[in-house]
Structures are given as structure tokens and as C-alpha cells.
Antibody, heavy 117, light 109 residues
Framework: QVHLVQSGAEVKEPGSSVKVSCKGS????????ISWVRQAPGQGLEWMGG????????NYVQKFQGRVTINVDELRSTAYMEVSSLSSDDTAVYYC??????????WGQGTLVTVSS | SSELTQDPAVSVALGQTVRLTCQGD??????ASWYQQKPGQAPLLVIY???NRPSGIPDRFSGFTSGDTASLTITGAQAEDEADYYC????????????FGGGTKLTVL
């Protein structure tokens, strides 16, 4: 059974950065893409970007280009997502999910990032 | 990027059938997937591909696509089906990109 376990909740000041990790177990980590999805309080799901380890280069939604960095450490079966220049609008639950051909079957438990001074 | 449009809220009487819809140009090329999300929980995949259910998803959930519109049908809605439902597909601008619909809040009366 595949499990994705994310790092714990974070409280950050405006203008700072946050890095969230997503460790996979079960299955072959490098052969599947990992996506990052966020959900602001009371809002819907928003795909931010993703990476397929065997292909290397991440892909991002245009609004996050230059401010979000996604990478993966295959040896540790861990994906990372860093968001810089945080503002209160970035307060959200951030999820990682494993990509399938047509859907995301496996999801992490979510990481709450609160941006507050 | 692509857009997927869903009705914000739908209600259904207990035991009745309800259809949730998702409209977008990307659905002419890519299948929609559907996720159920309950408060405080991660999304749960309920339908993917042409009309496939992951293990453990009841067969009262089914999916269908025609043209630019995908639908999720719940036949005989149960109280536990009350949740937010999101559709998702690949983005027409790139196979490595994804897009979600805005979500539908389903109330079971």
C-alpha cells in the first residue's frame, strides 16, 4: 500500500519561505509523478505544480512560476515544495499527491501553512 | 490554463439519484477524475478514466463524459455522500499539467 506522509504544520512571517516535504512508502517512488495541490480556507483545490522523477523537470502553474520550487530526492523517496515571498494569501493546506495516468490516487495528509505576523 | 466549471451547490434527497457536472474544453481530450472531500480530510478519488472506481468506492458512484461535459452520478445517495466534489483533468496546454474544477457542495437532505 502506498503512503505519502507530509511534514508538520508551519507558521511563517510574511516575506519568508516555507518548505514542505512529502515522503513516499510502498510502490516505486521514481516512476510516478508527484503533484502539489493547495486549498485555502473555505476554498477549492488548486493544482500548483508537479514533477515526475524519471523526467526530472518540474512543471508549474503560471501564477506560481518563480515563487514555487518543486524537487525530489529519489534516494529518500521524498518530494519537496518550497514557496517563497509568502503573504497571507498563501495561508492554506498544502497536499502532495501521486500522479496516475488520469488521476491522483494517493494523497498526503496535508500540511497547514499559516502566514501571519 | 484550462478551466473546469462546476455548479457551486447541489442538493439531493436521501436515496435519490443526483448528477454533478463539470464542463471544460480539456474534457474533449482528457477524461475527468472526481474527488470527494469531507471537512478536515484529504480528497478521495472516487472516479477516474472512462468510468473506473478505485477499490473500496461503492458502485453507486459512476462517471460519464459527452463532448466537453463530464458527469458524476450518485445512484441512491446516502447521508455519508454529503461532501464537496471536485472534477479534475489534464490541462489542454500540457500533458504534465493538471486543472481542478471549483467544486460542488453536495447536500443530502
Amino acid at each position: 500500500q502506498v503512503h505519502l506522509v507530509q511534514s508538520g504544520a508551519e507558521v511563517k512571517e510574511p516575506g519568508s519561505s516555507v518548505k514542505v516535504s512529502c515522503k513516499g512508502s510502498g510502490g516505486t517512488f521514481s516512476s510516478h509523478g508527484i503533484s502539489w495541490v493547495r486549498q485555502a480556507p473555505g476554498q477549492g483545490l488548486e493544482w500548483m505544480g508537479g514533477i515526475t522523477p524519471m523526467f526530472g523537470s518540474p512543471n508549474y502553474v503560471q501564477k506560481f512560476q518563480g515563487r514555487v520550487t518543486i524537487n525530489v530526492d529519489e534516494l529518500r523517496s521524498t518530494a519537496y515544495m518550497e514557496v517563497s515571498s509568502l503573504s497571507s494569501d498563501d495561508t492554506a493546506v498544502y497536499y502532495c499527491a501521486r500522479d496516475g495516468d488520469t488521476a491522483m490516487v494517493y494523497w498526503g495528509q496535508g500540511t497547514l501553512v499559516t502566514v501571519s505576523s | 490554463s484550462s478551466e473546469l466549471t462546476q455548479d457551486p451547490a447541489v442538493s439531493v434527497a436521501l436515496g435519490q439519484t443526483v448528477r454533478l457536472t463539470c464542463q471544460g474544453d480539456s474534457l474533449r481530450t482528457y477524461y475527468a477524475s472526481w474527488y470527494q472531500q469531507k471537512p478536515g480530510q484529504a480528497p478521495l478519488l472516487v472516479i477516474y478514466g472512462k468510468n473506473n472506481r478505485p477499490s473500496g468506492i461503492p458502485d453507486r458512484f459512476s462517471g460519464f463524459t459527452s463532448g466537453d461535459t463530464a458527469s458524476l452520478t450518485i445512484t441512491g445517495a446516502q447521508a455519508e455522500d454529503e461532501a464537496d466534489y471536485y472534477c479534475q483533468s489534464r490541462d489542454i496546454n500540457g500533458v504534465h499539467l493538471w486543472v481542478f474544477g471549483g467544486g460542488t457542495k453536495l447536500t443530502v437532505l
